[in-house]
């Protein structure tokens, strides 16, 4: 409870500056910044819980409108080293008997076992609302598929030699989801969902600082109950958070950093697990090619709801850290851009997806002169 008043103060005081705030010179022109990727974390139970798109320092200036569709899509084989290390001749399943034997066999122990494609389509809605403050609305809707990587990733580990963390003892293009915490199991043997609309997170942002060298903003967030626990394409409770971002310049170089904090309302699939509060943080390099091409490289990386329950597994209970290397582009008018990337899970492939790519396609309207 203090921490829901502490965030709706946060939230009050936001909203009490905002007017102040935009009273303030008008925001430096920045040419050619296309800022980080928007993006957050691909792993699929940190996709039912409150994270903020990797943003910029960067507001939309007063009047500006953009509509943003961006999709995430990656593939996913993760889980408990008694569920994955396993060693037979031909490929299996896991199953809800050899689930419970494995249970027996860890008493008291979390377990999981991720074994999927997941794509997350997001619809964003921004507005400059003033010259200090920016109001965003993200609908996302959330996939499962068996898919079709499985083959191509098992090569690509082999040829590299780089290991397929057990995956090659499994059916490919499968989709198999389980979870277990305290008494209470969740398994799934084929998609939970299919395009299912998830959380919807209403978001402001309020300008601190603005400058040719710099700017830096506040954002407030609220993750909205619109999804499906039971379908894992929301956790069915409200989420609340607050991230500072900020962008640093010089020449034709962008840095953009960010760090937050959420705080985790219940998970309706679990009702007696106490989800722990998140932290994130972020950074990317942005060269500015020239006005339409930035070529970004970009490192984020999210706590678990999971951390700090003694009980949980311990790659549950890890830091889950991506990285995305691609390109954003813009239309000669600079109303339309373009946003591509491979997204890599380089830091422990047990704690996140193995390799994903990202599409997006924004449209920006201006007001008129």
């Known amino acids: 409870m203090a921490r829901k008043r502490i965030f709706a103060a946060c939230v009050a005081i936001g909203m009490a500056l905002a007017p102040a705030a935009a009273r303030g010179g008008d925001p430096s022109p920045v040419i050619g910044e296309q800022g980080p990727f928007s993006e957050r974390n691909q792993l699929p139970f940190n996709?039912?819980?409150?994270?903020?798109?990797?943003?910029?320092?960067?507001?939309?200036?007063?009047?500006?409108?953009?509509?943003?569709?961006?999709?995430?899509?990656?593939?996913?084989?993760?889980?408990?080293?008694?569920?994955?290390?396993?060693?037979?001749?031909?490929?299996?399943?896991?199953?809800?008997?050899?689930?419970?034997?494995a249970q027996l066999t860890q008493p008291g122990e979390s377990l999981f076992f991720l074994d999927t494609e997941q794509a997350r389509t997001s619809l964003m809605l921004r507005w400059g609302a003033s010259r200090r403050f920016e109001l965003d609305l993200e609908v996302p809707f959330l996939s499962y598929f068996g898919g079709q990587l499985d083959s191509a990733?098992?090569?690509?580990?082999?040829?590299?030699?780089?290991?397929?963390?057990?995956r090659e003892h499994f059916v490919q293009d499968a989709v198999q989801v389980a979870l277990t915490l305290g008494d209470k199991t969740y398994f799934r043997d084929s998609s939970p969902s299919h395009f299912r609309p998830s959380d919807a997170v209403i978001t402001g942002r309020l300008g601190l600082a603005d400058s040719p060298?710099?700017?830096?903003?506040?954002?407030?967030?609220?993750?909205?109950?619109?999804?499906?626990?039971?379908?894992?394409?929301?956790?069915?409770?409200f989420d609340e958070g607050l991230e500072m971002e900020g962008t640093l310049r010089w020449g034709r170089q962008r840095v953009h950093l960010s760090g937050g904090w959420v705080h985790v309302g219940n998970w309706d699939l679990f009702p007696e697990f106490n989800p722990t509060d998140l932290a994130n943080f972020g950074a990317a390099y942005e060269y500015v090619r020239n006005a339409r091409l930035s070529w970004v490289f970009q490192l984020q990386t999210q706590s678990s709801v999971f951390r700090n329950h003694e009980e949980a597994d311990g790659y549950l209970a890890d830091f889950s850290t991506e990285l995305l290397l691609g390109a954003r582009w813009k239309g000669a008018s600079g109303r339309w851009a373009f946003q591509t990337a491979l997204i890599e899970n380089l830091i422990d492939q047990n704690n996140g997806m193995d390799v994903g790519i990202l599409a997006g396609f924004s449209v920006l309207s201006r007001p008129a002169p």
């Open 47 to 101: 996709l039912l819980f409150l994270a903020f798109p990797a943003r910029g320092g960067a507001l939309l200036s007063q009047g500006e409108k953009e509509v943003i569709v961006v999709e995430a899509y990656g593939n996913t084989f993760s889980g408990s080293d008694v569920l994955v290390q396993i060693n037979t001749d031909e490929r299996v399943r896991l199953t809800p008997e050899a689930l419970l034997e």
């Open 153 to 166: 990733i098992e090569w690509y580990h082999n040829f590299g030699s780089l290991g397929n963390a057990d």
């Open 213 to 237: 060298r710099g700017s830096a903003a506040l954002s407030m967030g609220v993750k909205l109950p619109t999804g499906s626990a039971e379908d894992l394409s929301g956790s069915g409770s």
